[in-house]
């Protein structure tokens, strides 16, 4: 099986091109192609598959095997697999991408025959409870915002919660708490977590707990969920730089038609064989 590495902002998926291939156990294939000790090593996979509506459906597994409906950085890295691998016309400077959330329409520019510098339309978010919600998780009295980007998010603002006792989101023991996160029965889905640091209302710090992948160097649904939520809480304006561990996007909401738009790089790291025999 053909795959190709891709990332955008740290966050790395293994993509498959099912134009061409196909793959019987995409759940069992993304668990073990993830792995960072015995596989490739990724946040999850992604299969490239025809759409009768798009250029492509993007079709993501979480590292943990769990089917995911949206992507930001995924849909970029897969905007940018497209253009760069010929199957879309090289005049095309947009392509869309249909997804478990709905269509999405994804905007570059092209520099030497390669997309780059990627703008994905992310939707109308929607917030999902109270602004902010009180919410107990490990037994920290905490509030967050619930936004979905068709996908759950929460999102948790340093200065709302003196109870995770940090001053910045480098302080945060993810790898202690992620997990209650995650699977707090607020959110039967299970629900990705952001941790923001306002720097001023157009920059903020950002750390991330994916549901089905645990903490990550970057989520781009996230970013979005969390400047949206910002708005809503009267923190942010409507363009924010978000710095994530793995790098920086902007993230722009509009207010006339309430959508959020995405805009960051995306990379091949390269490209691979990986044996049939141990996929399935």
């Not at 995409?26 to 000790?37: E, K, T």
């Not at 993501?60 to 691998?85: P, V």
């Not at 939707?123 to 602004?131: E, F, N, Y």
């Not at 969390?226 to 790098?247: E, R, Y």
Request: net charge negative; glycine share 10%.
């Amino acid at each position: 099986m053909r795959f190709t590495k891709m990332q955008g902002c740290g966050n790395d998926y293994i993509y498959v091109n099912c134009f061409a291939q196909r793959v019987t156990r995409p759940d069992v294939l993304a668990r073990r192609i993830s792995d960072r000790h015995f596989g490739v090593g990724a946040d999850g996979l992604i299969l490239i598959e025809p759409s009768e509506d798009a250029d492509a459906f993007m079709h993501m597994f979480n590292a943990d095997g769990s089917e995911g409906s949206m992507c930001g950085n995924g849909i970029r890295c897969t905007a940018k697999y497209l253009y760069d691998h010929g199957l879309v016309p090289s005049t095309r400077r947009s392509v869309r991408i249909d997804t478990r959330s709905g269509p999405r329409e994804i905007s570059f520019r092209v520099a030497h025959g390669r997309a780059t510098e990627l703008t994905v339309d992310m939707g109308t978010p929607h917030l999902t409870g109270a602004v902010p919600e009180a919410i107990t998780v490990a037994g920290m009295a905490l509030h967050c915002v619930g936004v979905d980007m068709g996908n759950p998010h929460a999102v948790y603002f340093l200065d709302d919660n003196p109870a995770l006792a940090v001053k910045t989101v480098r302080e945060l023991a993810l790898a202690r708490y992620g997990s209650y996160f995650e699977t707090h029965p607020r959110f039967p889905e299970r629900v990705n977590s952001e941790f923001i640091e306002v720097l001023s209302p157009a920059e903020v710090n950002f750390r991330v707990w994916e549901r089905g992948s645990g903490e990550t160097l970057a989520c781009g649904t996230g970013a979005a969920a969390a400047v949206f939520a910002g708005i809503a809480a009267g923190k942010l304006q409507d363009a924010v730089l978000v710095h994530l561990s793995g790098g920086d996007l902007r993230v722009r909401c509009d207010a006339q038609s309430g959508h959020c738009f995405l805009s960051g790089g995306a990379e091949e790291v390269f490209s691979g064989d990986y044996p049939e025999a141990d996929a399935l």
